[in-house]
Structure formats: C-alpha cells, structure tokens
C-alpha cells in the first residue's frame, strides 16, 4: 500500500528514527520514505544523530526535532540541516518526546525515569516535569486538552515495570497510579487519539519470542479497553513504537522491520507501509509536501 497522502492531496514522506547498537540493533539513522513507502536513505548524515530515538514537529510543523543517544536534542530544518542543538546534556539518556501545549519540549529520561522539559530553542537547561524514578520505566506520554498527562508505564530492559497508564493534574499532582488493568498490554508507546481516547502500542509478553503486538484503545476518564487494532500475524511485527497519526485519518506505527497503518474510524489493519530489514523503528513523522 502507498504511505500517505494529506488531506489536501499532497504528498507525505516519512521520516524514521532507527535504533542503533545500543537498543538492539538497526540503521543507527534517522530515515527517509516518499509517499510510496521507497526507501529514500538516511534523512541527514549529521554525526550528531547517534542511536536517535524520538522524533516530533515543532507546532508549526517547519522543524523536525529528535532526540539523540549522544546526550542532546536536535532540531533539523525540512533541507535536513541541524538549525538547533541543545548541546550534550550528560546523563540525558532521552527517550520519546513531543511538545506540550506552553510550547515546550518534553522528553522522557530513562535513566533518571522521569519526564524532563526544555525550551524550543534548545538553549536553556532541561528541568524536571514529574520526580524523578515517578514510575518503573516510561514508554510514552501524551498531554490533554485539559492539562492532564498520560504517561505509559512499561517493562524496562531489566524485565522491571507495571503495565500501566499513570494520570497526573493540570498540576502534576498524581491523580491515579493505575488506570487501566488489561492484563495483556505492556505498553512501549502512547498517543492521544482525535476522539480523544488514549492509543498504546503494545508487545506482550514484553521481548518474548512469541510475543503479540497490538495497539490498544482506552476511554481516557474509566480507562476501559475499547478496541484492539492487531496487524496480520503472518507479518510478524515485533517491537512497535512511534505511534503517530497521520493527515489521511490512518494510524500508524513502527516497529521491527515496518511501519504498519490502520484506519483508525473503522478499526481495520490496512498493511505495511514500509518494509525494511532491521528497521529497529523508534519514532516517526510525516511532512507533507509543501
């Protein structure tokens, strides 16, 4: 199936972050695909994208942002060129991030275990969101239109974890440490879907060999389980991440070696949008042409 197109019939690239050693291997780079889901090489070559991991537009959408395994932020123009650097951070470690609704941008540590903030221009100190070791590993977070939070509270490389969602306040106070129960997520992204329902990508049993992925649809007030989008088994998706929806109405998520859609009104798996080996998917975006 082809990639994407926007809502106004442009063509969308997309653009992915591919582990390198340090999580298990893959293209250490952060990669291109046109709208046909070819793969078009690595997106920029700048030595300061090491192991990148997440990967998220400012709000106007003229920059792309990633986090590096080399302790900093990066912040690409659409001509590939590293306009912004925070510089390295020592003990960064960052894994996912997207912008917060004061226009700030927020990453998760995973060493520390917390959610860090630091400002678009990348220019001032990181500060902590939540404290620090808040939950036992976090795997995604989101915020609402009311200011809530959404953090995924997942497995850790250590097998340590509660699979769960973790709510706070408008004012960061912990609102509930368990808002969901579904014995068979273990959360490894999250995203807040249009209808306002929180979406997790999922691999359970976390890293076993017979594990199922799924993304996983929560009523974000009871946390009730609503639906499951599940890719054909016969694709083998492993590892799935980089939840991201895009201007077509589809869902999309990456992971081992693809990048899969869904439609996300009708709740069905449209197929594998880009197929590459040792992918190793981390995050993803998609721009749309100009």
Known sequence: MSAATSSSGR?????????????????????????????????????????????SLDPPGGLIYLNSGDDRVLALDRRAAVVRDSGRVPGLNPGGAVFGPDGRYYLTQRSRRTILSMPATLDGSAEPLLPDAVVPF?????FAPDGQLYLASGVG????????????????????????????????????????HI?????????????????????????????????????KFRRPRGLRFGPDGRLYCVGQDHVVAFDFAA???LGSVVDLPRLNGQALVLLASP
């Open 157 to 196: 490389p250590s097998g340590a974890g509660d699979n769960t969602i973790v709510v706070f306040d408008r004012d960061r106070t912990l609102r509930t440490q368990h808002l969901v129960s579904d014995p068979e997520l273990s959360p490894l992204d999250l995203a807040l879907a249009p209808n306002g």
């Open 267 to 269: 709740g069905t798996f």
């Open 199 to 235: 979406v997790v990508a999922s691999e359970f049993p976390f890293g076993a060999p017979d594990s199922v992925s799924s993304v996983r649809e929560y009523e974000p007030s009871s946390g009730r389980l609503v639906r499951v989008f599940a890719p054909d088994r016969s694709l």
């Open 11 to 55: 063509e969308v690239q997309l653009l992915v972050t591919s582990a390198g050693a340090a999580n298990g291997g893959g293209h250490d780079a952060l990669l291109a695909f046109d709208s046909t889901g070819r793969a078009m090489g690595a997106f920029s070559t700048d030595p300061r994208i090491v192991d990148p991991r997440g990967l």
């Open 138 to 142: 976090p795997r995604g977070f989101a």
